[in-house]
């Protein structure tokens, strides 16, 4: 009988190899071994009836060690695991962050896909504050949404110079006779969105003044 992988410092992997070439009988497996196994083929896709048939047991055994695995990965409730899984958040957020703009970074790329990853950069951020606050880490109440909006929204580049840059795009293309073409018509939408974003920068700014002197005349 095959022992168990701590103690014939067999693997899971070097198990499966074995079992496939046909010098391991799976019945010989220990029952860590056989779920060690089925975690394993399942995890690659395989389905309760392909891994029955793999390991040469019964359908009721495969779905009894899959249930068995489910029980061991269970996640015991944890105070620090929020904060874990916060902290992983923020730090993918930042990395995708980082390569979209450093993607976007050099001068030749077009103004359309710096202006694209510029947006899908602001909703990072937000879905971000919205996986926070789900967490508890931070507040929900309008007022302080309404400031992390502000924050995120302070990120986008200054809006003159990517205005200028679709213009001049624009005027280029109608020179080139591509005046109707769909190439100009996505500047054209693009110029939308970028006029959106300018009235969302710009009421952000607004509520927080507003927000800030009736701050202030409270205090008072």
Known sequence: MSKAPDESGRGVLQTIREIKA?????????PEDRRACVGHVISEGLSVAETAEF?????????????????EGAINRDPRLAGLVAGRLIMEADLCIQHIRSA?????????????????????LCDLTQRLQSLGYLPTAAQELNATLYQAVDAIPQFDALEKELHDLSL?????????????????????????AKLAYRTAMMKQRIEGNGHAADEN
Do not use: M, N, Y
Not at 22 to 30: A, E, Q, V
Not at 104 to 124: Q, S
């Open 55 to 71: 390991l040469k047991f019964s359908e009721r055994t495969i779905t009894r060690d899959r249930k068995k695995l489910q029980e």
């Open 22 to 30: 046909g010098t391991l009988k799976p019945k010989l497996l220990s």
């Open 104 to 124: 976007t970074r050099p001068k030749d790329t077009p103004p359309a896909v710096r202006v694209e990853g510029e947006r899908v950069c602001f909703v990072i």
């Open 172 to 196: 280029a293309l109608e020179r080139a006779g591509e005046g109707e073409s769909g190439e100009s018509q996505r500047v054209a939408e693009i110029i939308g969105e970028l006029e959106r």
